[in-house]
Nanobody, 129 residues
């Protein structure tokens, strides 16, 4: 059983930055797709940034150029660097992992949540205007 624990959320003003972290209970990055998802109140959970087994990232259009996903294999840690934050980025951010899919970018968008199996508990990000 894979356990994921997120941290790094907080409250910032628009234009600010945050870095989220997700620590996995074991080394999985070489064989799993990894992704960051978010859920705003009253909205569906959507995938915003994915990274494949080789470290290749893909992004939801609304975060391209502002968010960067990366991983540190030695630390079993996934990161999401978020810059130029906007109020619409507010939400509960989740880290997720999936072993079976080959195209990790299938996690992007609102349907992406159904492609990933292992989830963390989430960390809150609030961006004020």
């Amino acid at each position: 059983q894979v356990h994921l624990v997120e941290s790094g959320g907080g409250s910032v003003q628009a234009g600010g930055s945050l870095r989220l972290s997700c620590v996995a209970s074991e080394y999985i990055f070489g064989s799993y797709c990894m992704g960051w998802f978010r859920q705003a109140p009253g909205k569906e959970r959507e995938g915003v940034a994915m990274i494949d087994r080789h470290g290749y990232p893909t992004y939801l259009d609304s975060v391209k150029g502002r968010f960067t996903v990366s991983k540190d294999n030695a630390r079993n840690t996934l990161y999401l660097e978020m810059n130029r934050l906007k109020p619409e980025d507010t939400g509960l951010y989740y880290c997720a992992a999936e072993r079976t899919i080959t195209q990790c970018s299938r996690g992007l968008g609102v349907r992406g949540q159904y492609e990933y199996y292992y989830w963390g508990q989430g960390t809150q990000v609030t961006v004020s205007s």
